[in-house]
T-cell receptor, first 113, second 115 residues
Framework: AQSVTQLGSHVSVSEGALVLLRCNYS??????LFWYVQYPNQGLQLLLK??????LVKGINGFEAEFKKSETSFHLTKPSAHMSDAAEYFC???????????FGSGTRLSIRP | NAGVTQTPKFRVLKTGQSMTLLCAQD?????MYWYRQDPGMGLRLIHY???????AKGEVPDGYNVSRLKKQNFLLGLESAAPSQTSVYFC??????????????FGPGTRLTVT
């Protein structure tokens, strides 16, 4: 069975600093991986997704993630944090043809002025 | 195109009361899902449906029932609410699994408090 682990329930960075949110997955076959963002009092929105086309995936709002099979990781990065990036971020995994997505427990990102 | 909508947005119930949460999508999606979100636990799947007239249990189905009588609607019912069901409930929908590019589209959520 597949699963995801997000390291760090809360990450705080200064405005303009690098954002790094960690996600490790467990899957016996090549997975599909997602990052979703949830702004306060809203539903989840897709940031980006990996479906085996390219290991470096670019998403919305300047975020990107790199699929590293050897490390079973799919970390989310952004070179320069903006105040508007403050939100909760969820990593998720599924298998091709599966009807369900498994979500991680989430990482809350705070931005310091 | 409204996407995924949920009603109501907020609700307070007393223990033992019943209610139904409605989810509607206008994207002609085959799959629909109900999740609950609790602090520190991410999203947990309650029930899901892979097409009109079908439903299946997810990770935490106890205390909930669902129905998918129409393709665009997915109802979540609580027959006898308990304080442990205090949570934020999200509905989502997606295309069928024949496309590898499928993703889930989420509604805005329903905040339920059971006293």
């Amino acid at each position: 069975a597949q699963s995801v682990t997000q390291l760090g329930s809360h990450v705080s960075v200064s405005e303009g600093a690098l954002v790094l949110l960690r996600c490790n997955y467990s899957s016996s076959v090549p997975p599909y991986l997602f990052w979703y963002v949830q702004y306060p009092n809203q539903g989840l929105q897709l940031l980006l997704k990996y479906t085996s086309a390219a290991t470096l995936v670019k998403g919305i709002n300047g975020f990107e993630a790199e699929f590293k099979k050897s490390e079973t990781s799919f970390h989310l990065t952004k070179p320069s944090a903006h105040m508007s990036d403050a939100a909760e971020y969820f990593c998720a995994v599924t298998l091709g043809g599966a009807s369900k997505i498994i979500f991680g427990s989430g990482t809350r990102l705070s931005i310091r002025p | 195109n409204a996407g995924v909508t949920q009603t109501p947005k907020f609700r307070v119930l007393k223990t033992g009361q019943s209610m139904t949460l409605l989810c509607a999508q206008d994207m002609n999606h085959e799959y629909m899902y109900w999740y609950r979100q609790d602090p520190g636990m991410g999203l947990r799947l309650i029930h899901y449906s892979v097409g009109e007239g079908t439903t299946a249990k997810g990770e935490v189905p106890d205390g909930y029932n669902v129905s998918r009588l129409k393709k665009q609607n997915f109802l979540l019912g609580l027959e006898s609410a308990a304080p442990s069901q205090t949570s934020v409930y999200f509905c989502a929908s997606s295309l069928d699994r024949s496309t590898i590019l499928y993703e889930q589209y989420f509604g805005p959520g329903t905040r339920l408090t059971v006293t």
